[in-house]
C-alpha cells in the first residue's frame, strides 16, 4: 500500500473517554505500520486485526435512467485481535440498566433514569450518550444527570419515556443495523493525529463468522442504498371521512385516522391552525381541531372546516358532498407557497416545503423523525416530520453542493404535492423522479457525501481537470461510438393534481427518428410533478433531445492513481490515439464525463479505471458569457487606475454554474479591454491591457482614452483583440460568416 495505512470505523464503537477525536476505534491491518505512534495516535483508537478490505471501489452514473450505483463492501476481522468488538457485535442479549422516567429532546444536556450510578457511555436507540455521573441528582421516579449527546458518531434523537417507546438504557450498541461503516486511509508517517481521508463510507447490513469462528465478517453497503431503503409518507395523518356536511359558504368534514397521529401543518401555530388534505379527488385547505379519540384511544378524530368552497387545488367539491363519506382522507405535503405553515415564521425546516430543488432534496435527505415537534437537530434543513424523514445523516449529505445545484438549475418545484397516492414511495425512487428530467444524478462521492450532478459539456470554470498521457496506463484505448445510445422521442409529464390526469408534452427528433433503424426507436418517459409550465418542459425536453441527438463516443481509460477525479467530473484528456470528431486521432485537452470510477489498489498496484463520455464532441466549442464591470467613483477613476463594484453583474447567491463570486473575478493580468459608455456605447477606449489587480481595483498598463469615468462598463475586447485565454474561456458574436476571426463559432456554456 505504500505510504497509507488503510482502516476501518465503525459508528458507536469506540472510547468515549478520548477528545482528540471522535473516539472511534480503527480496524486496520497493523497498527504496527503508523511510523510515529506517539503523533498519529495518541489515543491508541488503532486497532490491529483487519485482515480483508476491499481491493476496488467502483461507482457508476446513468445519466439517462437517473440512477447512480456504487458497489457493498465485505471486511475480515481477525476474532483474536477485534478486542471488544468481539462483544460489540456478536452479543445477542443486552443488559438494560436504566429506563428513561422524563422524555428528552434531540439536543438536551440532561437525562432522567431509573437508576442510579449510571456513568460514562450509554446507547439509548440508535444514539451513544455520555453520563456524567458526578452530577447525579435525585428527581421524582428516579435521578438526574448531565449528559453529552450524540458521541462516537452517532447524532442526536428525541427519545419519549411513554409505555410503548423505546425508552432503555444499554452499556452496549443493541441496535447494529444501519450504522456508518467508514474504509479510511492514513499516511504512515503522518506527523498529525487522525489525519485522515476517507475513501468509502456504507451501512452495516450484516455480521457473521467466517474461517471457522477465526474472523468477523461484515457486510456493508453504500450510502446509496441507504437512501433506497429509506421510505417516506409511512407515519403521517391519514383515514376516512366519516361525515361531510356543507355548512352553507364551505364545507365541513370529519376525519378518523388510522393511527394516533394529528397534521403536521399548524399544529405550533397559536391561531390559523390550518393544514392540506386530500379528501377523494379533491385537495382543501382547512382549519382543522380534535374532535375526540375514539377505538380505545388508538385513533384521532378531527373535524376539518373549509372556509369556501374553493379548492386548493384539483376537482372542485361536488355539490353533494355527502358522496365523499368513507373516502379517503390524508394531509398532503406542498411547496405551494400559500400552503399552511408549521410555524410562525418558516424557514428552511418548516413548511411548507421548500420549492428549491436541492433545498427540497436535502430536506428530504435529513429530516429526521422528530414526532413531528418542529425542526429537527440534523443541521438547517431538518424539518423533524416524521413522514417525510429520510433520515440521512447530515454529515453524510453535502447540503452546500445541494443547494448550489438548486439555485443553477434554472427550474423550481413551486407546484408539487407529496402524498396525494396513499402508498409510501422510497427516498431514492422519488429523488430520481424529481431530477432525471433535469439531467441530474443523485451520487455518493469518494468521501461518503452525497450529491447531486448533473451531465455537463465542460468543466466548471477554472478547474484545471486534466488527465495527460503520461498518467495513462491503456495501450490502444478502447472506443465505442455508443450507436443505439440516441434518443429520438422523449415525453414528460407534468402539473400532477388530485383527480385529474397530468398534463403531457412529447417532443421528436424527427430527423435522428428517420435515421433510426427499423424497429429500433428509443423513447424516455418522465415527470416533473412541481412544475405547471409548460414552457419549462419543453426546455427540459429540448435539453435532453439536444444531449442525446448523436450517441455520445465512450471511451476506456486506466490510469495511474495521480489522475484520481470524481464520478461526474469533466475532465481534459489528451492523448494522441483518441479520435477527434473529423476521424482524426490526437485528441488535446478533450472535454469527457467520468460516467464509471473504478479504483483497484493492491499489494502490487494502485490505478483507477475509468469509462468515459466524449462530450466534447456535442459542443466543440463552448463557453461563458463573458464577464463585465461597472466603474465606481471612488476611489476617483484616472486614466490608468479605476475600480469596479462588486456584484454589478454577478450575484452573490451560491450558483453552481458561476464562474466567479464577483465581477473582477472575470478578468485577469493580460487580458485586453474595452470600454462602454453607460449606454453600451463604445467610448473610444479599446485595447487596453491590464497590468495589475488588487481588490476591485484594476490598473492598465498604459493611459485609456477617453478615461473611464464612474458608470462606465468595461469588458474583454473583440475576439480578434482579445488574449487565447479570453477567446477561450467567453462568448463572442459571430461574424456574418458564422466565424470567429476564422475559427469555428461557440455555444453557451450550458
Known sequence: MGAYLHAIKIEGIGDISKTTTDGLFRYCYSRDFLGNLATSDPDGLYKTGLLTW?????????????????????????????????GELMRFRHVEVAELIADMTATQTTIQATASGLTGAHYIGRECININGATQSTVSGGFQYDCTRGKLGTHGRRHLSGVLDDKYLYTTPHVLAGRLVQLIRVPTAGASAYAEEVLWSGVLREVATGNGGLTIDLEVDSILQLVASSTILQDRCEGVAIGARDNGVGATFTMLTSAKIAPVAGNHLSSNQAALFRVGDHLVKGQYELAGSTQNGDQLAFVVDVPTRDVFAGLPLPEDIT????????????????????????????????????????????????????????GTFDTGIDALAGDIPAALVDTSALEAWGNSIGVEFRDLYIGLDSAPVTLAAFIKTLCAPLL??????????????????????GDAFTI???????????QARGLVDALDKVTVKFGHLPGLEPNQITGRDSIKYHRQPPGQHSALELSMPGVVEADVVSMAIKTIIGRFHDPIPVVQLSCLSTADFEIGAVVAVTHPFIFKADATRGASAASMLIVERREVFTDEEHRIDYTLLNVGLIHPRAGYIAPSG??????????????????????????EDDPFAADIGGFAVGDKLEVLNQFGAPTGATNLEIQAIAGNQITLTGAASPAPVAGDIVRPARYAQSVTTQQDNWIYVADASNQLGGADPKTYRT
Request: hydrophobic share 35%; no cysteine; glycine share 8%.
Open 54 to 86: 476491499p481491493q476496488e471501489l467502483s461507482a457508476s452514473i446513468d445519466f439517462r435512467d437517473g440512477r447512480a450505483t456504487s458497489t457493498s463492501q465485505g471486511y475480515s476481522i481477525r476474532a483474536d485481535k477485534a478486542g471488544a468488538l468481539w
Open 323 to 378: 358522496g365523499i363519506i368513507r373516502g379517503p382522507m390524508a394531509e398532503v405535503f406542498t411547496t405551494r407557497a400559500d400552503a399552511p405553515t408549521n410555524n410562525a415564521s418558516p424557514g428552511d425546516n418548516d413548511l411548507p416545503l421548500s420549492a428549491n430543488p436541492g433545498k427540497l432534496i436535502a430536506q428530504l435527505l435529513t429530516t429526521t423523525p422528530n414526532n413531528d415537534n418542529g425542526a429537527g437537530p440534523n
Open 440 to 461: 441530474s444524478v443523485l451520487i455518493q462521492t469518494r468521501a461518503g457525501k452525497l450529491k447531486i450532478i448533473r451531465l455537463e459539456d465542460l468543466a466548471p470554470f
Open 468 to 478: 495527460t498521457q503520461s498518467q495513462i496506463l491503456t495501450i490502444g484505448i478502447p
Open 630 to 655: 461597472r466603474v465606481k467613483s471612488s476611489p476617483s477613476p484616472s486614466a490608468t487606475v479605476f475600480t469596479i463594484e462588486t456584484n454589478d453583474f454577478t450575484s452573490s447567491t451560491a450558483l
